[in-house]
């Protein structure tokens, strides 16, 4: 067993760290959401004494590359304290998945980098292009309303079924 696997119920300590190395308010809507991505991953971390010091999500999926399916694990929430920063948590974390997409057959592996160059080293380059589009909506076209009519509402009969 990799020795920077955390266990499922260790989802509170991660979460902590989420938000303070991303400087998140905490919600629960942002708690559910990392909590079902947390459930469905292997997470690796580094304990710094009794706090988690650096973190990352390594997500599986099944994916269809140009026709032929592989497994793809992609890589999320890559984190660390600020002050457990710079030592190689993080790096050796990515190893650490690295080893066992390898290990586990794992063909490919996607993730959205905040440093290209930080990433390089592990083997990820840039294989997607990432377009935005601004558009006025004073330049969208004008769409007729082919019919006209009206909607009753039906709160009385929701009433009577409830």
């Not at 300590?13 to 308010?25: A, C, I, V, W």
């Not at 629960?28 to 010091?53: C, F, P, T």
């Not at 032929?68 to 710079?86: L, Q, R, T, W, Y």
Request: glycine share 8%.
């Amino acid at each position: 067993m990799n020795k920077y696997l955390l266990a499922k119920d260790d989802f509170d300590k991660f979460y902590d760290l989420y938000l303070y190395s991303f400087n998140r308010t905490d919600s629960k809507q942002r708690r559910d959401v990392l909590k079902e991505r947390y459930d469905h991953s292997k997470v690796y971390g580094i304990m710094n004494e009794s706090n988690l010091g650096s973190g990352l999500l390594s997500i599986p999926f099944n994916i269809n590359f140009h026709g032929v399916d592989f497994k793809m694990n992609g890589i999320g929430d890559v984190m660390s304290a600020p002050e457990f920063g710079g030592r190689g948590g993080a790096s050796s974390l990515m190893k650490a998945a690295l080893s066992d997409m390898y290990q586990d057959n794992v063909t490919l592996s996607y993730l959205a980098p905040f440093s290209f160059g930080y990433y390089r080293q592990f083997g990820y380059e840039q294989v997607f292009d990432h377009t935005k589009i601004t558009i006025k909506n004073t330049d969208l076209p004008k769409v007729e309303v082919g019919q006209h009519g009206h909607v009753k509402r039906l709160n009385r009969l929701f009433v009577k079924l409830s």
